[in-house]
């Protein structure tokens, strides 16, 4: 069985999330967050907004056991069709229009990921570095591999509109009981 997601105000501080928006089963979404049209956010992650705004744009997906966070000073932000790889984690930092962050890579407080940009998986992006737009980062510490190619740039476009697809099949999904003891 699963379970609903946790969605909660924190005093007058409470989620905005669009209609077309999906928090799938188990998701929390706490406090500050904003939550785009068609975005979505998957099971097991974590937005947590106390101290400043998590907003995630139109056609954002926020892949499972992904954590957004914001500090004081430091919003966490999504720009449209932006791509979180599960596990990934934006603490504070904010990331441009089409960028994917890969599967388990952290974008630390006031990084700056510019638009279309890939952060590979696993890559740590220190407190403060700005990255161009369209090229792919690695490493840890993060750093510029190549720029991207046409070929790089249409997989992230499919990629954000694949989720939004996932997302309607999940919304319509209907749960299956266990089978008898």
Not at 15 to 30: M, N
Not at 48 to 74: K, T
Request: hydrophobic residues 45%; glycine residues 12%; aromatic residues 4%.
């Amino acid at each position: 069985m699963t379970s609903a997601p946790y969605v909660a105000a924190l005093g007058d501080d409470a989620p905005l999330i669009h209609p077309d928006a999906y928090v799938a089963p188990g998701a929390v979404v706490v406090g500050r967050v904003r939550l785009g049209r068609a975005a979505s956010v998957w099971y097991g992650s974590v937005l947590r907004g106390e101290d400043e705004d998590v907003e995630v744009g139109e056609e954002c997906n926020i892949q499972d056991l992904c954590c957004l966070h914001s500090d004081p000073g430091e919003p966490a932000v999504l720009e449209p069709r932006v791509s979180l790889g599960h596990r990934a984690m934006v603490h504070g930092a904010y990331v441009e229009t089409g960028a994917l962050v890969g599967i388990g890579a952290i974008v630390l407080g006031g990084a700056r990921i510019g638009a279309g940009t890939l952060v590979a998986a696993g890559t740590v992006v220190p407190p403060g570095k700005r990255i161009a737009a369209g090229v792919l980062v690695a490493g840890v510490p993060a750093r510029v591999v190549r720029d991207l190619t046409d070929d790089d740039r249409a997989l992230f476009a499919e990629t954000a509109a694949r989720y939004v697809d996932k997302a309607a099949r999940h919304r319509a999904a209907v749960p299956v009981p266990p089978a008898p003891a």
